[in-house]
């Protein structure tokens, strides 16, 4: 996967930097994060009028924003981007309900990394109840995040093996398919090329309508 800013990624996907009312960050990885900061400054110096905006995610959510900002563009712009966005933040926790935009969501605890709060996510829109597992292994919660879920984005990072520390690998998500057959899969944050059958394989600018 290239890890092109996300000034370019979004629109390239047809959606403005304007559009999100919304951010939900599962962890504190780069990959997961480093693009909120191109949003965030590509928001304010592109778009003169613009929605506030509030990002949920896990506790720490704050102050690893505020550090984000001040190694990316500084202190004085994080000031500058933060106001003007009205930014909000809200912590949240394992078993949390929160709104996003007018749906209902709720965040589960996943197991992925240490020392790190991570956490997963369902979201009810227009009668579709769609879950994140952001990373993740096996676990309780992700089967229950699996379970509360009609519509499911998982990873998939090892295709040949098991699935090893930290991470999903096909077994584990043939194994959660076989065991939520009314949830459609569709697979992200994918190791490799591999395709799994009954699943929807996500790509760049991949656009989905739900339900599938
Ligand atoms: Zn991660």
């Known amino acids: 996967m290239r890890r092109i800013p996300l000034t370019v990624h979004l629109p390239k996907a047809g959606v403005s930097l304007d ?7 599962s962890h504190f990885h780069a990959d997961h994060t480093f693009g909120i900061a191109w949003l965030i400054l590509g ?5 003169e009028e613009s929605p506030p905006l509030k990002v949920f995610g896990p506790t720490g959510t704050t102050s690893y924003l505020e550090r984000l900002l001040d190694f990316a563009w500084g202190e004085e712009m994080r000031h500058y981007s933060w106001e ?31 020392r ?13 109840r769609l879950g ?11 089967e229950a995040l699996v379970a509360a879920s009609d519509h499911m984005i998982t990873e998939m990072t090892y295709d040949e093996e098991a ?9 584990d998500v043939e ?23 009954g699943a929807v394989m996500a790509r760049d600018f991949l656009t989905l309508h739900l339900p599938l």
């Open 84 to 114: 003007r966005l009205q930014l909000t933040v809200h912590e949240l926790s394992g078993g949390d309900a929160f709104e996003v935009d007018g749906s209902r969501a709720r965040a589960y605890r996943m197991r992925h990394a240490s």
């Open 175 to 197: 194994g959660l398919m076989e065991r939520h057959p009314s949830t459609r899969f569709i697979i992200t944050h994918r190791g490799s090329n591999g395709s799994v059958s």
């Open 116 to 128: 790190l709060d991570c956490l997963g996510f369902t979201m009810v829109r227009d009668g579709v």
């Open 43 to 47: 928001r304010v110096l592109h778009h």
């Open 132 to 142: 994140y597992s952001g990373d993740a292994e096996m676990s309780d919660e992700l």
């Open 163 to 171: 699935g090893g520390s930290m991470h999903l690998g096909r077994k």
């Open 19 to 25: 559009e999100p009312r919304a951010v939900m960050l």
